[in-house]
């Protein structure tokens, strides 16, 4: 039988019956807006969303040879992923003992130290857990292999049970195994030499890696200088050519107020709430190149390319953080940092004293369990 697919719609004759009654509830049709009314940026919008809405509940089926072959497929990776000790030697078990072959050099002439060993152990620790919740709680039923669908109540009494019987350290299952081995692995880690090793020089004025890589302190101001210049220009495109008298020395903050909308924009002092009007107003007329006048429309082309330069001075002042000012946190750090306080907690740039800080919020796991 030959392989193929074919796409339909997701939909019970159920559920497009209520669809019908929803529809004459509602008193109005989509016919009772044409396309006429529309404009062309509207319409093109509209079947940009109709489509993604239609991507959205359609689902694809597989033909019955291939579908029996995926359903097999899992079957034997949770049957790897449950299978017992023998004799209580964990390395009887196939997943076991295919981790201690990863560990083996490429050349092989040794073993992998710990370090470059353990994320291999969490890459398998990391697809049995989606293997195991698939398994406990799928959500179509594999009807060649007799696993039903997941129940729409009291899912977390499934889901408990499997993880009590293969997943805690009770568990005589490779799972249980490789989050032992990994734990023992981080703490040989600590005793691996270095990835690295850089030295100074005798004046502490040039940095080296090894004989491979050599910068000064002049050099590296330099790289400060050119993160700053770049993200001026950056700025003063996204301006589009609108020239503003703001002073970050005189700019007020109250670093204390933890009040729902809050920041440095909305204090009285500055007077830049509405500040943000005067550059959509600039964007709308024919200098910025945004806006079509003539359709009433924006520029999609235009828009993507004033995007790209955003994205583009959020690296540069990444770079303005790492080299000009302390230790701080990781660019996926400060490009999740926001400027005004919400209802999901305190901001985290503010303004003191003429300089802009930084407060970055995360609470890391004590430990790794199921």
Request: hydrophobic residues 35%; charged residues 25%.
């Amino acid at each position: 039988m030959a392989v193929g697919s074919k796409i339909r719609r997701d939909d019970e004759d159920d559920e497009n019956d209520e669809d019908d009654e929803d529809d004459n509830k509602s008193g109005h049709s989509d016919e009772d807006v044409s396309d006429s009314e529309l404009s062309d940026g509207q319409s093109e919008t509209t079947d940009k969303v109709q489509d993604a809405s239609t991507l959205q509940n359609q689902v694809i089926v597989l033909s019955p040879a291939l579908s029996q072959l995926l359903e097999l497929l899992f079957k034997l990776c949770i049957t790897f992923c449950t299978e017992d000790f023998a004799d209580g030697y964990p390395s009887s078990t196939h997943l076991v003992y295919f981790s201690g072959i990863l560990s083996i050099n490429p050349d092989g002439r040794g073993f992998r130290t710990a370090k470059l060993y353990t994320p291999f152990l969490s890459a398998l620790i990391y697809n049995q857990r989606l293997l195991f919740l698939e398994y406990a709680l799928p959500l179509r039923a594999y009807e060649h292999i007799g696993i039903p669908r997941r129940p729409r109540h009291r899912q977390f009494e499934r889901l408990d049970t499997v993880r009590h019987r293969y997943m805690l350290t009770k568990s005589m299952t490779p799972l249980t195994e490789m989050l032992s081995l990994r734990d023992y692995g981080r703490v040989i880690a600590r005793t691996d030499t270095p990835s690295f090793f850089l030295h100074w020089s005798d004046d502490l004025q040039t940095v080296s890696y090894g004989d491979s890589f050599t910068i000064t302190m002049d050099t590296f101001r330099q790289l400060s200088e050119h993160f700053i210049g770049h993200a001026e220009e950056l700025c003063e495109q996204l301006m589009l050519g609108l020239q503003v008298d703001v002073h970050l020395e005189r700019v007020k903050d109250d670093l204390v107020n933890a009040k729902d909308g809050f920041s440095f924009i909305s204090h009285p002092h500055n007077k830049l709430s509405h500040a943000y009007a005067q550059l959509l107003k600039q964007a709308c007329t024919p200098y910025s190149g945004l806006f079509d006048e003539s359709h009433g429309t924006w520029k999609a082309t235009a828009v993507a390319r004033y995007q790209k330069t955003a994205e583009r001075l959020l690296e540069f002042l990444a770079g303005c953080f790492h080299t000009t000012s302390g230790q701080t946190g990781r660019s996926s750090e400060l490009f999740s940092l926001t400027y005004q306080n919400s209802a999901f907690g305190e901001r985290g740039l503010y303004i003191h004293n003429g300089s802009v800080m930084t407060l970055t919020r995360h609470h890391k796991a004590k430990r790794s369990t199921n």
